[in-house]
Each structure stands twice: as C-alpha cells, then as structure tokens.
C-alpha cells in the first residue's frame, strides 16, 4: 500500500544534499527532511536532525551505530546510495530491527574505469608530468623524460575479487593483455576465471608478483592495514598500487615511506584513511595521484545509486520487497 497521500506519510531524513528528481520520487512516500546545506553532519548532529524520523538516507560518511541506534528510537530503516557500508554496524541495525540496505552493481563499470585510470596515471607518472609542465618546466623533448612503467603486457594484482575486482580483471586482461593474478578468500568458480585467464595465488604471491596492484576488498577490522608496511616490503620495486576501495586498507603512512624511499614506484589512491583529510607525507610526493574519493563519479552512475537507495526506502514502507537488503529478516518493518 503507498503511503502517497496519507496523512502520516513516515518521516526520512535525506543526510546529505541529492538529485532533485529523486527527492520528488521519494516525496511522494515520505515526508522529508533534507540537510539542504550538505554538511558533513557530526554524530551529534545527525542524532538531533534524526529525531522523530522513521528512515534516513545515507552516504559514505554517516556513522550509524549502536549509539545513534539508541538516540533514535523511532529509526526503522537505514538505506545507503554507497556499496561499501562499513560506516554503518549491521550487527546492532539487525539486532534493533532496524532495515538496511547498500547500492551494489549499479556502480562497479564505473568505479572499475577509475581504479584503471589511476592504475594508468601512476604507471606513467601522469600527474607528476601534468605538474611539471604546468609549472613551465618543458623546455625540450628528451629520451628519459617521464619513463615510467608499462601497463599492457604486465601483471596485474587484485587483492579483493568481487564485482569491482572481476570488472577490473576484464579492462587488463581482455584490453590491455594483462596477467591477472588475484588474492580473495573464496576462490572464483573455473568457469569466471578462464575468461580471463586469472589465477588464484596466495596474498604473499600476489605482493610478489605483481607489477600493478590494485586493492578492491571491502573495509572490516579484518582488513585494517591490510597493506602496510611489511606487505609493501614485499612488492616489486617497479610496482604500482592503486586504492579505490576504503581509506584504512592500506597504512598511508607506511605507503608514504616506501614511496619516498623508492620501495615501490607510485600509487593511485582515491581513498585515505581519516578522509577528507590526508596524510599529508602524500601531498608531498610526486609519485602519487591523488583524487577525492570519486570512484563512482559520473552523473549516470551517482544518479543509480541514489535511485536505488530510493527504492528501497519506498519498497520497504510499502510492503514491497527492497531490492538490495543486507538484512532482509527484520522484515516487515515493526
Ligand atoms: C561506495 O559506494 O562504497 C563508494 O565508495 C562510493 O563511491
């Protein structure tokens, strides 16, 4: 049944600023309130616009946790526009009854594109020339300018082989002519792997052999640090990193050192740990590019993943089954 019209339409909280016409789809199941500033609300803050608030749309960066669970009694649903939702405690959601949901699939072309375009870009230095340039500093063409490493022809390392993983796996193997090689705990069905001819290897072997490593795991006190710097001791000192996964994967601090003191060649990173701020050893170095957590950026792609937080906000208040819940069992909601 659509609560569209009904007096006491439930009441969502939209945490950060999004596409006017998804506002207007959920408009008409909800009454909404918008945080039309965009801002990076604290935990506090958010608690005090949830008040009264039956269902809150969410991004990468709202913390919902045992204690805002608390705060907010009358929370029913927590649906988020983003895959990775180590922002929210699924456990305590579960427990409260509490719905959530995440945006998987819509995504994973996109995001694929800039972990291969960072790959790229640090491969062959292309920010680190971009500045140069820029700076005035081109006077002649010469041999060893800017030589940096191939990417066709070389092997490429994916620590995490779900969708984002595999769709990588596909741009280096099918266009590039990459070796894939790639670490994850479950091993992929023979039939995905011989498409693209990737092979299973131990993490140790991944670190090993891998000219170009990208890291596409989801983040969990599991994977805190999963790159640091014993890890990065045993990468290739040709070899590349590229983070477009969650901050807190790799130690940057640890990354900073080895990039600094040549222990690998250059990373790509779109994600930090404690973002929006860096460390700041990164801004520093010149065999690093850098980009502000985008991997999902393109309107078509920002405007899916928002649709389909939509419809699992609606489906859930109108009995219909939302398409992506992490934890369908607290259904119907109470
Ligand atoms: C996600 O969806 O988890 C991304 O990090 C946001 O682009």
């Not at 803050?45 to 709202?62: K, Y």
């Not at 992929?188 to 092979?199: I, K, M, T």
Request: charged share 20%.
């Amino acid at each position: 049944m659509s609560h569209a019209g009904m007096p006491h339409r439930p009441r969502l909280l939209i945490a950060r600023r999004i596409f006017p016409e998804v506002l207007e789809r959920l408009r008409t199941h909800f009454e909404l309130r918008v945080n039309e500033a965009d801002a990076a609300w604290s935990a506090d803050e958010l608690i005090a616009a949830l008040q009264d608030c039956d269902a809150v749309f969410v991004t990468t960066g709202e913390r919902i946790d045992a204690a805002l669970l608390a705060a907010c009694p009358r929370l029913r649903a927590v649906c988020s526009m983003a895959v990775g939702y180590n922002n929210i405690d699924l456990e305590a959601c579960t427990r409260a009854g509490v719905l959530v949901s995440n945006a998987p699939d819509v995504l994973t072309e996109t995001t694929a594109d800039l972990g291969f375009a960072l790959m790229l870009a640090a491969a062959r230095r292309m920010s680190e020339a971009e500045r140069w340039l820029r700076r005035g500093e081109w006077q002649r063409w010469s041999v060893e300018q800017f030589c940096g490493q191939d990417v066709h022809g070389a092997t490429l390392g994916i620590l995490g082989m779900g969708r984002i993983g595999q769709a990588i796996a596909r741009r280096g193997a099918l266009g590039f002519g990459m070796r894939v090689i790639y670490h994850n705990r479950s091993r992929l069905p023979a039939a995905q792997e011989a498409p693209l001819g990737a092979r299973w290897v131990s993490k140790l072997e991944l670190l090993r052999e891998a000219d170009h490593l990208v890291l596409v795991l989801p983040y969990s006190p599991a994977s805190h640090h999963a790159v640091g710097a014993a890890e990065l001791a045993q990468m290739k000192p040709g070899a590349t990193l590229t983070n477009i996964a969650r901050g807190g994967i790799v130690d940057d601090a640890a990354l900073a050192e080895a990039l600094r003191g040549g222990r690998i060649t250059a990373a790509g990173l779109d994600v930090f740990e404690g973002e929006p701020a860096l460390h700041p050893a990164l801004l520093e170095l010149p065999n690093v590019v850098l980009t502000p957590h985008i991997g999902s950026a393109s309107r078509p792609t920002r405007l899916a993943m928002a649709n389909l937080a939509a419809d699992n906000l609606i489906a859930a208040f109108t009995g219909g089954p939302p398409p992506t819940a992490l934890n369908p069992q607290v259904l119907p909601l109470r």
